[in-house]
């Protein structure tokens, strides 16, 4: 939806997201910047797009159940809630990093030790 849908009025619908799949192994400092990390090994599921971008507000906001950004597209705004609640109950965690008009990239870190 952030490459079509919700693109403002006149610019061109359509974009790139890019996936990708990377295994890390975070070190002291890597942890003390991830308060969530652990001393183990990692599977990172990065996906970022070029769409439209959310503000830091916003950002602080989309893992709350029920918060959408899509007004009356007819979203629920539980996906991101219900992917949240999944990587933490595996000892994971979920980082988003936005810049409005630039696009969004999620990464989803599960320790390789489940």
């Given at each position: ?99 409005p008009g630039q696009g969004t990239s999620f990464s989803v870190f599960i320790p390789e030790t489940v």
């Amino acid at each position: 939806d952030a490459l079509t849908i919700m693109k403002p009025e006149g610019q061109p619908k359509g974009g790139i997201i890019e996936i990708s799949l990377e295994k890390i192994f975070p070190d002291r400092n890597y942890r003390q910047i991830h308060p969530l990390a652990m001393a183990s090994s990692y599977w990172v599921i990065n996906v970022a797009d070029n769409g439209v971008g959310m503000e830091a507000e916003i950002c602080a906001q989309i893992f709350d159940p029920f918060f959408t950004t899509k007004g009356d597209f007819g979203a629920a705004g539980v996906g991101l809630t219900a992917a949240d609640e999944i990587a933490r109950k595996h000892r994971g965690f979920i980082e988003v990093y936005s810049v409005p008009g630039q696009g969004t990239s999620f990464s989803v870190f599960i320790p390789e030790t489940v």
